[in-house]
């Protein structure tokens, strides 16, 4: 891998995290000495690694983050972050630097010939509080994701621990996970109650254990090259089919923030990584797609670049007794349609809330099986999704190509052929088949809004405040109310489930404004111009919804009592028949 790392934020100087890290918080054994036991450990510091941290202490559960690594990673790797992974970080506490740094987007471009051929757009209205896509270089959301771990007291980070051993031990599901963990000053044991294995794509744990993922690998090659240049072009993605100095293949570009260009370029077949990443062959090839897009001879220069292949595959369970799994160590994706980390972190907050229950001993292990079946289902859908722009993108075999051809030769006269284009982006999957959905509610009786599964609908409030902003504390129910008091039947089940363990507030969505708080409500929303009710296909008083702590929808109802909300609560969390 060729990199040189010679950007730097315009709002926020780069410092050594490593630095930073060894002043206040050393690695070394002796720092840890005694016994090493903590009830969950999380190995690796990427974005799915970091957020999970950060989701587990938001739910009050304490962990230790350990990495083999000394810093955050070189490079852009990650670069495109969605709406819905904008609303998972705004919960980590990160969302308002990455708005401040990133480049927001919405637009995507198809050339073939010279010639645009498909504009794809993304939805956005004035209800949405972020784009639907930001452009920002993983380094850099690593490093604010860094900045908010090193602050929370539930957290400890240590850099230079490399996980070298894995077994479980006890009976069942395991009732210990013993480490060996291996530092630059030497080795140390440790034991933990839940380990969290997001140590990448080449997750040694995942090796170790002997685990097998399914799926495919594509034949085709891309070079990732970032270069910092000068392009007076907007935020927008560009994909050029079959260029003339790349016939047959396929080119991306996208600007990132402080100056930098990422330029993704197939390569031919046959060509290996060593001799796609020598100087002379990523300037000439840079150099040709400049002129191509009328910027011949603007200078630039190198900052970081890579090889790739296009994968598509995922472990059939990511909860193996103890030990679970979550992003690239659960499932490889290719890159077309930015599914990579933002599938990831839709995995961090999937998981983080069961963990923190299950590990404070308030819901049962099997909860944990649902985070397995919600995930392995959601891989899968994107897999076959992105295998249909995986083998347009890079065309597996001559008659994939043949009818991609046909359509780049379409497309330039025939504009019903452009939607063929689109890269199907990556989205916030909906679990509508989840086991923790409530069977005996009204899901079908909503004419509109989020059904089984669905994450929420965003909502603005006033100017500067949305529905979003203040959801996913813990179980929220959503109660539509005319200022009426909230049923003391409803207000008892919340604070039993409070007195247990489990957060779980009452937010009225009050249509009268001039009321003032909704009487036994934990928070009141103004929806005196009735926005939530219409997005939320909620007519009447008395409409409810029950949001899991990862804001997703297990339960809604045309009209609630205490017993419906109570055996969907323990519904969603596994939990029926267990006493408080």
């Known amino acids: 891998m060729t990199q040189t790392s010679t950007h730097q934020p315009l709002a926020e100087p780069r410092r050594s995290i490593y630095y930073q890290y060894r002043v206040h918080q050393p690695w070394l054994p002796s720092a840890h000495a005694g016994p090493q036991r903590h009830p969950v450990a999380i190995v690796g510091t990427g974005p799915v690694g970091l957020v999970t941290a950060l989701e587990l202490a938001r739910h009050g ?45 919405r637009f995507g471009n198809s050339m073939y010939r010279g010639q ?10 004035d209800d949405d509080r972020f784009f639907p896509m930001i452009n920002l270089q993983q380094q850099y959301l690593e490093e604010y994701l860094v900045d908010a771990v090193l602050s929370h007291p539930l957290i400890e980070l240590r850099w230079g621990n490399r996980v070298s051993h894995v077994v479980q031990s006890g009976k069942g599901d395991g009732t210990t996970v013993q480490l060996q963990v291996d530092t630059p000053e030497g080795s140390y044991p440790m034991d ?23 799926g495919a690998s594509y034949e085709g090659r891309f070079v990732i090259a970032d270069i910092r240049i000068a392009l007076p072009l907007p935020t927008e993605r560009l994909a050029f089919f079959d260029p003339v100095w790349n016939p047959g293949n396929t080119i991306l570009m996208h600007r990132e923030p402080h100056g930098i260009w990422r330029v993704d370029y197939q390569l031919p077949a046959g060509e290996d990584a060593e001799q796609a990443l020598r100087p002379e062959s990523l300037k000439a090839r840079i150099d040709a797609q400049l002129e191509m897009i009328g910027f011949g001879g603007t200078p630039w220069e190198m900052d970081w670049s890579s090889v790739y292949s296009a994968r598509a595959l995922t472990l059939p369970d990511y909860v193996h007794g103890r030990v679970i799994f979550a992003g690239d160590a659960a499932h490889m994706l290719p890159i077309f349609g930015v599914r990579g980390a933002n599938t990831g972190l839709q ?52 008659g994939f190509r043949l009818l991609r051809d046909a359509v780049l030769s379409l497309s330039l006269t025939q504009p019903f052929v452009g939607p063929l284009y689109h890269w199907r982006t990556s989205r916030p999957h909906e679990y509508a088949h989840s086991p923790l959905n409530s069977a005996g509610d009204d899901n079908l009786l909503f004419a509109a809004g989020p059904g089984h599964g669905a994450p929420p ?67 009141t929303l103004d929806d005196s111009r009735g926005r939530c009710r219409e997005r939320y296909g909620a007519p009447a008083h008395g409409a409810a919804y029950l949001l899991r702590p990862d804001q997703h929808v297990c339960a809604r109802w045309m009209a609630l009592d205490a017993g419906r909300l109570q055996s969907a609560l323990d519904n969603a969390l596994a939990a029926t028949g267990v006493q408080a």
């Not at 109650?193 to 002997?210: E, P």
């Open 116 to 125: 645009r051929v498909f504009r794809m757009q993304a939805p956005h209205d």
């Open 457 to 523: 609908c965003n909502v603005r409030l006033a100017p500067d405040d949305f529905l979003l902003d203040h959801l996913g504390g813990g179980f929220d129910l959503l109660y539509f109310s005319d200022g009426s008091p909230i049923a003391p039947g409803l207000r008892e089940v919340a604070s039993a489930a409070r007195a247990r363990g489990v957060n779980m507030r009452i937010i009225a969505i009050s249509s009268q404004a001039s009321s003032g708080a909704v009487p036994g409500a934990c928070l």
């Open 347 to 398: 995995d961090a907050q999937a998981l983080a809330w069961r963990l923190a229950l299950v590990a404070r001993g308030v819901a049962p292990s099997r909860l944990l099986d649902s985070y397995s079946s919600e995930r392995v289902g959601a891989a899968r859908e994107i897999i076959d999704e992105a295998g249909k722009s995986t083998r347009f993108m890079a065309p597996p075999s001559r």
């Open 192 to 214: 933990v109650d839940w380990l969290v294995a997001a140590d990448g794509a080449r997750s040694g744990i995942r090796t170790g254990m002997n685990l097998v993922m399914e």
């Open 61 to 105: 559960q304490r962990c230790v983050l350990l990495e083999s690594e000394l810093q955050v990673s070189e490079g852009s790797r990650a670069i495109v972050f969605t709406r819905r992974s904008m609303e998972i970080l705004q919960q980590a506490g990160v969302a308002g630097r990455i708005s401040a740094n990133g480049l927001p987007w």
